[in-house]
């Protein structure tokens, strides 16, 4: 079983200053853990409790000791809030690593069943970070008192998204055919892209024309998210599609299209609305979500996912205005990408969900159509226009906005979200703060929550 590590740039920031000190430094790092439904380990970090400069009984550049009262208040805290407590220190200096010494098994052995008593949780973890290179490496594991779980990976999500292999994983070589790739950003995001688990919620024009750009970058692991089947006028749009694809599900019509250009991309199929609870629990395995469906209600789900589970979300929507009485002209073309980084504000602090909207697509048809009738509901269904050149417009830019924050391109700090007058050819950007006391600010301290009961802390149909 696989273990991914997720932390704030925040928390992952706090870290690497932790290393510009040339002793070695300890503390605990309370985290939520769940596992998937496909089976890997999550751990989302919630804070980092450092031992106080008292509880160190000796403390050098490769060897300290620590007092009881060191970590263990930490770990009563960690119960409090029905976490999991990981035990985490550094090995300082210019030429360390962050590989585990015989000491540091040691006191593994010595206090795991104490993490796990005093937190009552069924993990004990442990990591030990150091600088190599100028950045954070690290080396960690879980154990859960018969198995011991690697931790393979560290995804930091903020302003910039970090992979970082453990220190322990063999480096993997990448082919010729991404050489113009590597000439352009480094071999060190190309092997990210190769690492991500990459969510697509709607795989109609906007959707597949991301996966597209995604599969060509390099990307190799896919959740497709889709309940529809393809109609005739989706194949103008639809990457990948032909006319006899048409009464095809729009999952297994894009699936087929990645798989003939990466056969050994890994792709799951999920044909159901992500308002469906376990749809929605699938995309706790992804990295980072493209929100490409028009959906409000889908929207709801993918910014709690966000806040609860540390998932950046890169959601997407494309608006056409026209004229109907003068043949359909175009009025107006509009774009929007708003990227949500767990503890940004969401698309409801946004204004960007019809929340009245929201609540009649959870509906029944029988009963949408009665509350329309009796003006309590809106009318849903309409046809709107779309367009093949203006849907992908804005998922390169939202494949864009993914590999900025790769990269590091682009204005620091990066804004939010990206607001594109196709018609008039401008674009604008802003950084909206979340309202206060609302799930997706920090003070409300459900960043990184994970599993809650019911789900999301929202009801489910």
């Given amino acids: 079983m696989s273990a991914t590590l997720v932390l704030h740039e925040v928390l992952r920031d706090e870290l690497l200053a932790t290393l510009s000190s040339e002793l070695e430094t300890a503390g605990v790092l309370v985290c939520s853990i769940f596992e998937t439904p496909d089976g890997h380990l999550r751990v989302l970090g919630r804070e980092m409790l450092w031992v106080p400069e008292s509880a160190y009984k000796a403390r050098e550049i490769d060897y300290m000791s620590i007092m009881s009262e060191g970590y263990v208040p930490a770990l009563g805290h960690a119960e409090d809030g029905g976490f999991m407590a990981i035990w985490l220190h550094t090995h300082p200096g210019e ?166 250009i990466a056969p050994n991309a890994e792709i799951a199929l999920l044909p159901s609305m992500v308002t469906n609870e376990s749809t929605a629990r699938r995309l706790t395995d992804c990295d980072v979500i493209f929100g490409c469906s028009d959906d409000n209600a889908g929207r709801l789900v993918l910014s709690r996912l966000s806040t609860y589970f540390l998932v950046p979300v890169i959601d997407c929507g494309v608006l056409l205005s026209s004229d109907a009485k003068k043949g359909g002209q175009l009025r107006g073309i509009d774009g929007r990408i708003t990227t949500l980084i767990p503890g940004a504000a969401c698309l409801v602090c946004r204004g960007r969900i019809d929340l009245q909207r929201a609540s009649s697509e959870l509906l029944t048809p029988e009963e949408r159509v009665r509350l329309a009738n009796e003006g309590y509901a809106p009318a849903l269904g309409e046809i709107e226009p779309a367009v093949v050149t203006f849907t992908t417009m804005v998922s390169a830019l939202a494949v864009s906005e993914l590999l900025g924050r790769l990269i590091g391109f682009g204005p620091d700090p990066a804004p939010s979200e990206i607001l594109v007058r196709i018609h008039d050819h401008e674009i604008s950007t802003n950084d909206i703060k979340p309202r206060v006391g609302h799930y997706c600010s920090l003070n409300s301290f459900k960043l990184g929550l994970g599993m809650t009961q019911p789900f999301l802390e929202q009801t489910w149909g």
């Fill in 95 to 260: 030429f360390s690593t962050a590989r585990p010494s015989k000491q540091d098994v040691k006191v593994d052995q010595k206090i795991a069943d104490l993490f796990r008593l005093r937190t009552g949780s069924e993990y004990y973890g442990a990591i030990v970070i150091a600088l190599t290179d100028g950045d954070l490496s690290f080396c960690g594991h879980l154990d859960d008192g018969s198995t011991r779980y690697s931790i393979d990976r560290l995804w930091s999500v903020g302003r910039r998204f970090r992979l970082t292999s453990s220190s322990d994983a063999s480096s993997s070589s990448i082919t010729a055919e991404f050489d113009r790739n590597v000439r352009a950003f480094g071999g060190g995001v190309q092997k990210v892209l190769s690492g991500l688990q990459v969510g697509i919620v709607g795989c109609g024009g906007t959707g597949s024309a991301v996966a597209e750009q995604l599969v060509r970058l390099g990307v190799r692991h896919f959740y497709l998210a889709d309940p529809d089947t393809l109609s005739e006028s989706n194949v103008t749009r639809v990457y990948g599609s032909t006319p006899q694809d048409v009464g095809s599900l729009k999952v297994e019509t894009l699936a087929n299209h990645l798989l003939n």
